[in-house]
């Protein structure tokens, strides 16, 4: 790739930018004096950007004359405002008690370790995000985890590996 192509692509990344905050900025607008904006307005900003790093929290912070740290409180206290980008593919692990006391907590550390990744974080590569939830319906199946939208049940630490493996050779 020549420096002029690679100057367009740059050009290209700084055009789709700046699109999404004139959207951004037109959904503050638009939620501006409805009643509790600011978690309708992240939601539509995460729904822009794909997650609320801190250039955004700052932008919708000072179009709404608010404090930076109101901005974080709120979307730290949610577990539906991501702060980093999710993955190409969404691990959720079921800490219901039924998965809980039948070893879905193994299966989390064991995830944490083998993909190098905090609870609630995405790995480095950007292939996963590591969850979990509280109830997946599935208790006849448990321990369950979801990997996107596909349960897998009467899972076990080796299991989970061997699904994470199978997703990471998967093509799409």
Do not use: W
């Amino acid at each position: 790739m020549n420096s002029g192509e690679e100057s367009k692509m740059g050009l290209n990344r700084c055009e789709e930018k700046e699109k999404k905050y004139r959207r951004l900025k037109e959904v503050i607008k638009e939620y501006r004096n409805s009643p509790g904006p600011l978690i309708q307005i992240l939601h539509e900003a995460q729904d822009i950007f794909g997650y609320l790093p801190k250039e955004v929290q700052y932008f919708i912070a000072k179009e709404l004359d608010i404090s930076s740290s109101r901005i974080y409180g709120v979307i730290t206290f949610y577990n539906f405002f991501r702060l980093d980008p999710v993955g190409k593919h969404t691990v959720n692990i079921c800490l219901g008690t039924a998965c809980y006391v039948k070893g879905g907590s193994e299966i989390l550390k064991t995830l944490k370790k083998e993909l190098k990744v905090e609870e609630g974080r995405t790995t480095k590569d950007r292939l996963f995000t590591l969850d979990t939830a509280r109830c997946f319906g599935a208790c006849g199946l448990s321990p369950a985890m979801m990997v996107d939208k596909e349960v897998y049940g009467r899972m076990s630490p080796k299991k989970a590996l061997q699904v994470i493996e199978e997703y990471k050779t998967k093509k799409e």
